[in-house]
């Protein structure tokens, strides 16, 4: 198997005096989709901002395709969506596109490419403030699609997508890991983990769960992670 | 950071602002709104006083205020930390927005520096082309403070409240209301750290002077360091990690 392509050591993230990431460790494997699950404020953003190098940590370690996290040569390979849109309102959806890829040096035949595959071909002249929630955090998400990177990091990519959508969406996801990249896709919707091919549960700032969807509901022996998620969190809770 | 996503940025903030036509008319049409009162309220001679140096501060004001709430944006909206996780140069963001709105200043340097000349029948000594110089060097300066002070500001209620903070003690400082060398010993070692004053100085010096002064290229190269010094210092504050 392939060296691993984001280790984690140690994860430690304090905000405000309260540690937000506890002592996390886990990998993340290469050309793999790894979901990211737990309950909105459990720490799975702050998780994948250290990844990514855009958060200050107080302590651990991260390589990130064998560079620590956050190097000057990961910059183009790792792409990241934020989970509130991070594009320009005032701005058309090509032209904020086309924006990023020039940033990102991607070709400029990939605007068109990444624009289809989120499904706004219909919208690509339209100013990005005038779309919905859920078409701008598909911007967001295009801009992430652009040229070839070897990890992708994407905060709730699929929030307000409507299921037509979100399923080929999963589609490009598994396409883009049988392609050899590799996916860490944080979601709070538990069913979205029967798509991945590896878990990580979290809550309150600690990994409940590393494994395989099988690994977890057999160990659990649940019929759904939803289940399993809460078998364990009874199981950690001292009687 | 490369001088193709340097140009990247300009255009791209340039084409916001095209997407924002009542802000890009209130650019151009204001300042000469203000210029026609002042000429309808003051005498010839007054207004040929007084324009000048309003040419200089108007354009610092504005790009100040422009630039100030256009980078809180980006840093609040998520847009910055974007690009810095990218192969993005702080200085490709900083420049392509000095490029971006010095572009704009040039704009509004010429169309309201025509307004006071050709409209206003402003007169000076020297060029006007150097009016326009220092306008343009003056809104440069605003977008570079603007920049800098954008760092310290959390929402954009605090980016305007900056204004009052940076810029009014300038044109109260600067020489237009008092003459420097008149001001109480304290305020005038204030009035030489503070760039509002080389920006009026240089403006008198055109209203005063032929041809160029030793005192205007002086107040040029002056105002020209500290924009660019405070470009180097607004790059600082952009942070690619954050809490």
């Known amino acids: ?239 | 950071m490369t001088p193709a996503r340097t140009l990247a940025t300009a255009r791209r903030v340039l084409l916001q602002l095209r997407h924002d036509p009542r802000t890009l008319a209130m650019l151009l049409v204001v300042p000469v709104v203000l210029m026609g009162l002042l000429a309808w309220i003051l005498t010839d001679a007054e207004f040929d006083f007084w324009a000048p140096p309003l040419l200089g501060i108007f354009p610092l004001l504005v790009m100040f205020l422009v630039t100030s709430v256009a980078t809180l944006r980006e840093r609040t909206g998520g847009t910055l930390e974007r690009l810095l996780s990218m192969p993005t140069g702080k200085g490709d963001i900083i420049f392509g927005y000095a490029l971006a709105f010095g572009t704009v200043a040039v704009v509004q340097a010429v169309v309201v520096s025509a307004a006071a000349f050709g409209l206003f029948g402003l007169q000076v000594a020297g060029s006007p082309g150097l009016v326009g110089l220092v306008a343009v060097i003056d809104a440069l300066l605003g977008t570079a403070l603007g920049l800098f002070v954008s760092a310290f500001a959390r929402t954009e209620f605090q980016a305007v409240q900056f204004m009052p903070l940076v810029l009014i003690p300038q044109i109260l400082l600067c020489g237009l209301l008092v003459p420097t060398d008149e001001l109480p010993a304290v305020l005038r070692w204030v009035s030489v750290v503070l760039p509002m004053t080389y920006a009026v100085e240089a403006m008198q010096q055109v209203l005063h002077s032929v041809t160029t002064t030793s005192a205007f290229r002086q107040d040029v190269a002056i105002l020209t360091l500290i924009a660019v010094g405070l470009l180097g210092l607004g790059a600082a504050t952009l942070r690619r990690r954050t809490a």
């Open chain 1, 1 to 239: 198997m392939d060296a691993p392509v984001v280790s984690v050591d140690g994860l430690r993230v304090v905000r405000g005096g309260r540690p937000v990431v506890d002592g996390v460790s886990f990998t993340v494997p290469a050309g793999q989709v790894t979901g990211l699950l737990g309950p909105s404020g459990c720490g799975k953003t702050t998780l994948m901002r250290s990844i990514v190098g855009v958060q200050i940590v107080a302590g651990g370690t991260i390589d990130v395709l064998g560079e620590p996290a956050g190097s000057r040569g990961l910059r183009s390979r790792v792409g990241y969506v934020t989970q509130s849109a991070a594009v320009y309102g005032d701005l058309s959806v090509r032209d904020n596109v086309r924006y990023f890829a020039r940033m990102l040096g991607a070709p400029a035949s990939d605007v068109d490419r990444v624009i289809r595959e989120v499904g706004l071909d219909d919208q690509t002249g339209q100013l990005v403030g005038r779309l919905s929630g859920g078409q701008r955090e598909r911007v967001s998400l295009a801009t992430a699609l652009l040229g070839t990177p070897e990890l992708l990091v994407l905060d709730e990519p699929t929030v307000g997508v409507d299921p037509v959508l979100r399923r080929d969406l999963w589609a490009r996801f598994r396409d883009l890991a049988a392609a050899g990249a590799s996916l860490l896709v944080s979601s709070h919707v538990m069913d979205e983990a029967a798509r991945c091919d590896r878990l990580l549960l979290m809550r309150e700032g600690r990994l409940l769960a590393d494994e395989t969807p099988d690994a977890l509901l057999a160990r659990t022996g649940t019929a759904t992670v939803e289940d399993a998620f809460l078998a364990l969190i009874e199981a950690s809770v001292p009687a």
